[in-house]
């Protein structure tokens, strides 16, 4: 039981650029989250998804897209790369808790991205 | 909105020493209140939790009370060990959100041996 993985760990990318953020959870947990760290910011919610083939925005969504195709998987997307974007992301997950409320949030090691 | 105001660090401790970090909160419904800790290069855990007043969490040592009256959750430690360093995070959740968590800016604590 891997709990909720992230790939890649590091990346360095040039501004205008694009990539993929995976996150993969074995939990079979209903609700996936991606967030970003910066320093005395602590954590902002991007994204977020209820449940397989639905999204919906967070806290901070502009420059980020997000898809959901499969329950365990949770992708977060940056089309065109700013430093702005510069950050340490993690995702979560959980599951709906006792009487309809959520269940503990559960995070991955995180994926520091650096924006040039 | 919801908010989360934790006290601002960096705290520095001896080992053994006592520990408080507060936490206060803004919200209009009745929120679920937690403590995460993040460990160095690691993600975020979950510390302890309370869903309703004057509920107190505990684990590894550590508690908090959940206090309605002065909207509050402070973190307490009677002897913190070296192995506690870390950065501390209050969190509240709550269901108008879809209990999406909101974040206190966390404090850092470093315990010297």
């Known amino acids: 039981n891997a709990g909720v993985t992230q790939t890649p760990k590091f990346r360095v990318l040039k501004t205008g650029q694009s990539m993929t953020l995976l996150c993969a959870q074995d939990m079979n947990h209903e609700y996936m989250y991606w967030y970003r760290q910066d320093p005395g910011m602590g954590l902002r919610l991007i994204h977020y998804s209820v449940g397989e083939g639905t999204t919906a925005k967070g806290e901070v969504p502009d420059g980020y897209n997000v898809s959901r195709l499969k329950k365990q998987n949770f992708l977060l997307g940056l089309e065109s790369a700013a430093p702005s974007q510069t950050s340490v992301y993690f995702c979560a997950s959980s599951r709906l808790g006792t009487s309809g409320g959520i269940g503990t949030q559960y995070f991955g090691p995180g994926t520091r991205l650096t924006v040039l | 909105g919801d908010s989360v105001t934790q006290m601002e660090g960096p705290v520095t401790l001896s080992e053994e020493a006592f520990l408080t970090i507060n936490c206060t909160y803004t919200a209009t419904g009745y929120p679920s209140l937690f403590w995460y800790v993040q460990y160095p290069g690691e993600g975020l855990q979950l510390l302890l939790k309370?869903?309703?007043?004057?509920d107190k969490g505990s684990n590894k040592g550590f508690e908090a009370t959940y206090r309605k009256e002065t909207t509050s959750f402070h973190l307490e430690k009677g002897s913190v060990q070296v192995s506690d360093s870390a950065v501390y995070f209050c969190?509240?959740?709550?269901?108008?959100?879809?209990?999406?968590?909101?974040f206190g800016k966390g404090t850092k604590l470093s315990v010297k041996p």
């Open positions: 969190a509240l959740s709550d269901r108008r959100s879809q209990g999406n968590l909101i």
């Open positions: 309370a869903t309703k007043a004057d």
